[in-house]
């Protein structure tokens, strides 16, 4: 059993940032490649990122390369999300999602999620 819990969102301005925070506890948490996924009220869940379990190498969504940075704290057990640039489309609600094995772009595939952190970027 894994448990994620998110932290960090909340109301932005465009232009702004946020990091989010995915804290990863349970059995053997190192054992999993982490996601971070979204979804906009009305739209289909949308794959940002994950990190690779064994060597932390990362893979990212396209369209938001660049602006959308993953990162992983082993002694923490965290996955953090760093946004940057942030525009009005990206409001969404954000979930981390842990995946015993290698990165998958499919979310339903994913073990365990978390119960997501609204993030909101508005004037």
């Known amino acids: 059993q894994v448990q994620l819990v998110e932290s960090g969102g909340g109301l932005v301005q465009p232009g702004g940032s946020l990091k989010l925070t995915c804290a990863v506890s349970g059995s053997n948490p190192h054992f999993y490649s982490m996601g971070w996924f979204r979804q906009a009220p009305g739209k289909e869940r949308e794959v940002i990122s994950c990190?690779?379990?064994?060597?932390?190498?990362?893979t990212y969504a396209a369209s938001l390369k660049g602006r959308f940075t993953i990162a992983r704290d082993r002694p923490k057990n965290t996955v953090y999300r760093q946004m940057d640039r942030l525009k009005p489309e990206d409001t969404a609600g954000y979930y981390c999602a842990a995946l015993r094995g290698l990165c998958a772009r499919v979310g339903d595939i994913y073990d365990y999620w978390g119960q997501g952190t609204q993030v909101t970027v508005s004037s």
């Open positions: 990190i690779h379990h064994g060597d932390d190498s990362t």
